[in-house]
């Protein structure tokens, strides 16, 4: 099989597994008080360390959190009540259009629940954010802006955003600025006090970690108020007995990922680049998506004019190649993604693209084996989506 | 053979995907998202839609074993059985929307994709047999037989359509997927319209066409005798929900005769008006052999379910043309006669047009 959806998920790393395992077998509540408890706890503690040491954070700015999904819940929703309660006008957030659905509808759902306002970030055609229209949303807002939310780098197309540029901004106007760095940490360069950020998402399984953890960054003195109560666990921003073994886990993965993130960027964005220029050749009228140098290594992110890309999947799939609409499903269904449209793309182009994600264990094996099947499924997809008579 | 096999959640698609795999062929599921809105369309509907039968499908593929997706024929299918569905009975015809399904999603739409994609044939669950000899028969289980929604299919439909389920009993379906871990084994059946939540089709009609009083009509003697919010409501055969202001003079039931959009009149009369001798149908499929150039003596079926009887049926250019040996009470427009020749092996269909009168 050949695995090309790294960004959906990665396979966990040998060390982070071993130390998953191993830690799983050890009874203890981090937050008891005998032996058993303080063995869980050092553990824990020893993981929060490890992980702000490697991404610029202090220990007691890594809130420990049941992954990507969660974090960035905590932030757009935890950091609006908080700055709304300091002050009843600040209700805008100010977002940008190519987010990941946990932070668009988290904001969506502000919008409909708690009479938010929501000031979207246009993107240019490759899926980049400009700080001076951020510089122009604050300047009118001033004093009404709760918080300023952009990724790091995008799920879909993988531009990376200017982010360091973004959070000064938003630090003029004296802003929280929280960054979704779920795809970028472990493959791009991510420090969180030199980016300037006031909160940030990381999540374990993109980088070689477990599933179901993952960790916010969250500044010291920025406030958030928790989606989840009970024993107040992270700091009181975060509730839930802590979960040992997968935040042992995750810091081996993040402390492995982010340390060897200049080896792993040049050696995947070689096969990338190889796997772009290949593609190219086989399918000369294909759109290549996405900013061309400020990118993911990983990603490659096509259009096939003339194609559905779920046709194309299905095609890919049948043989041994996975990769992805990079669409959000309803029951499945694929929508036109609406990264795609921001960029400017219309319905047909966004339906017809497909992205290819590699990871720490992609091989020239499995550049190869695309580059195989693509024209004959291309062919096939272009087919499927003729329009035909009717009967 | 690589086949799609068209996974609705139910227990009778899930079966037949599993024996199509059990066949030694190389099969794919695809669930086709039907609904614009799924919350609003029945769970357990036939062929539909809901996001409970979505996951129930994908389920059944992963405990099968098989690639699965969800395709969206949400469009196609609103154009052309929703839209269908209304525009007919406005035109005061009774439509049957699986058969339209089947003829226009399933084996048009699906099929067509399938194929371009490289797959040989479409699977699905409908209880009928289609063998070797490629003759559409009857199920062995006669009560949920559902050759009569399949009759409409062109021959080149027939040959890369697969019907596992044929030589089954429902009963033998339900048991056949308890062994093979499917949960939907226990799956209550589905009889209603898929797209009407409520199973309330006068109220889904008015929705979409609004209310449009008219008067009821004796047949005999043109009198007045109730009224209506909408001719569309009402199906030929009908007896209940007239809500007559007079009794008949004779004290017997009247039953709707007929429907004229043109004056939104629904005419009413005694049962024995409603018989019918004589069957007129258009856009006739015969694949039950070659077209025939000779009246064919055979049996006839005038409705899903409906009762058979012994007819003489000819084809003539766009036009079927059934006499019936003994006349038959509630034959509405938009249904499709359906034509049969009895056999040891399952009854074979021979063809099937859509009535016209």
């Not at chain 1, 999904?69 to 950091?79: F, P, Q, R, W």
């Not at chain 1, 992205?355 to 094996?365: E, I, K, V, W, Y």
Request: aromatic share 4%.
């Amino acid at each position: 099989m050949a695995y090309l959806d790294h960004a959906a998920t990665t396979p966990m790393l040998d060390e982070a597994l071993e130390a998953y395992v191993a830690t799983a077998r050890e009874v203890g509540n981090a937050s008891s008080l005998h032996a058993a408890g303080r063995r869980a706890r050092r553990r824990v503690e020893e993981s929060r360390e490890r992980v702000a040491a490697v991404l610029g954070a202090r220990p007691s700015e890594v809130i420990f959190t049941g992954g990507g999904t969660e974090s960035d819940n905590l932030a757009v929703k935890g950091i609006f009540w908080a700055r709304r309660g300091a002050g009843p006008d600040r209700r805008r957030v100010i977002s940008s259009a190519v987010e990941h659905h946990a932070v668009l509808d988290s904001v969506d759902w502000l919008i409909e629940h708690e009479r938010a306002e929501i000031g979207w970030l246009p993107v240019d055609s490759a899926g980049r954010l400009d700080p001076e229209t951020l510089r122009a949303e604050l300047t009118a807002y001033a004093d009404r802006v709760a918080l300023v939310t952009a990724m790091w780098a995008n799920n879909e197309v993988g531009t990376v955003q200017p982010v360091a540029e973004l959070a000064a901004v938003a630090a003029e106007h004296g802003v929280p600025f929280h960054t979704d760095a779920i795809q970028a940490v472990g493959q791009v360069p991510v420090d969180f006090a030199a980016s300037g950020a006031a909160a940030l998402t990381v999540t374990g399984h993109k980088l070689g970690g477990p599933i179901g953890v993952g960790a916010l960054l969250l500044g010291r003195d920025v406030a958030a108020v928790p989606l989840l109560h009970g024993g107040g666990q992270e700091r009181d921003v975060r509730s839930g007995t802590l979960d040992t073994a997968g935040i042992v886990a995750f810091a081996v993965a993040v402390e492995t990922a982010v340390k060897g993130q200049q080896e792993y960027a040049a050696r995947v964005a070689a096969l990338r680049d190889d796997l772009i220029e290949r593609v190219r050749r086989a399918v000369p009228e294909v759109v290549y998506n996405g900013d061309p140098t400020d990118r993911l290594p990983g990603n490659a992110h096509f259009s096939f004019p003339g194609c559905e890309g779920d046709a194309l999947l299905l095609l890919l799939d049948a043989q041994g190649i996975a990769c992805s609409t990079g669409s959000a499903c309803s029951a499945g269904v694929a929508q036109p993604s609406h990264v795609l449209l921001a960029m400017g793309a219309d319905d047909d182009r966004a339906r017809s693209s497909l992205r290819f994600t590699l990871g720490h264990t992609s091989t020239q094996a499995d550049v190869d084996a695309l580059v195989a099947a693509l024209p004959a499924a291309v062919e096939r997809a272009r087919r499927a989506a003729a329009p035909r008579t009717p009967r | 053979m690589r086949v799609l096999a068209a996974m609705s959640g139910g227990v009778d698609s899930a079966v037949a995907a599993a024996r199509a795999v059990a066949a030694g062929h190389d099969v794919t599921g695809v669930h086709l998202a039907l609904a614009r809105n799924p919350q609003t369309y029945r769970t357990g509907a036939r062929g539909c839609c809901t996001l409970e039968d979505s996951r129930d499908a994908r389920r059944a593929a992963d405990v099968i074993g098989i690639p699965f997706y969800v395709w969206d024929m949400a469009d196609r299918f609103h154009e052309d059985v929703v839209d269908d569905f209304v525009a007919e009975y406005a035109a005061g015809r009774t439509p049957n929307p699986c058969l339209r399904c089947n003829e226009k999603i399933k084996f048009a739409a699906v099929l067509d994709r399938a194929v371009a994609l490289g797959f040989d044939a479409v699977v699905t669950g409908h209880h009928a047999r289609l063998g070797p000899d490629g003759l559409l028969r009857r199920s062995v289980d006669v009560a949920k037989d559902q050759s009569y929604v399949l009759a409409v299919l062109t021959r080149e439909q027939l040959d890369r359509s697969m019907f596992p389920l044929g030589d089954s009993t429902k009963a033998q379906v339900r048991t056949e997927a308890a062994e093979r871990g499917l949960a939907v084994a226990d799956k209550p059946d589905s009889h209603d319209i898929c797209f009407i939540a409520d199973g309330d089709t006068r109220g889904f009609l008015a929705g979409r066409l609004g209310e449009a009083p008219g008067d009821v009509v004796d047949a005999s003697t043109g009198a007045v005798v109730g009224s209506h919010t909408g001719a569309y409501a009402y199906t030929v055969g009908q007896r209940r929900g007239l809500h007559l202001d007079r009794p008949a003079p004779d004290g017997r039931p009247r039953y709707v005769l007929s429907i004229t959009p043109k004056t939104n009149t629904v005419t009413v009369g005694p049962a024995e008006a409603l018989e019918v001798s004589q069957v007129r149908a258009t856009r006739p499929v015969w694949t039950g052999g070659p077209r025939p150039v000779a009246p064919v003596e055979c049996e006839v079926q005038l409705r899903a379910h409906g009762d058979v009887v012994p007819a003489t049926v000819d084809l003539d250019g766009d036009t079927l043309h059934a006499e019936l040996r003994r006349p038959v009470r509630g034959v509405a427009a938009g249904q499709a006669v359906v034509a049969y020749r009895p056999d040891p092996a399952g009854d074979i269909v021979l063809g099937s047009a859509t009535i016209t009168g």
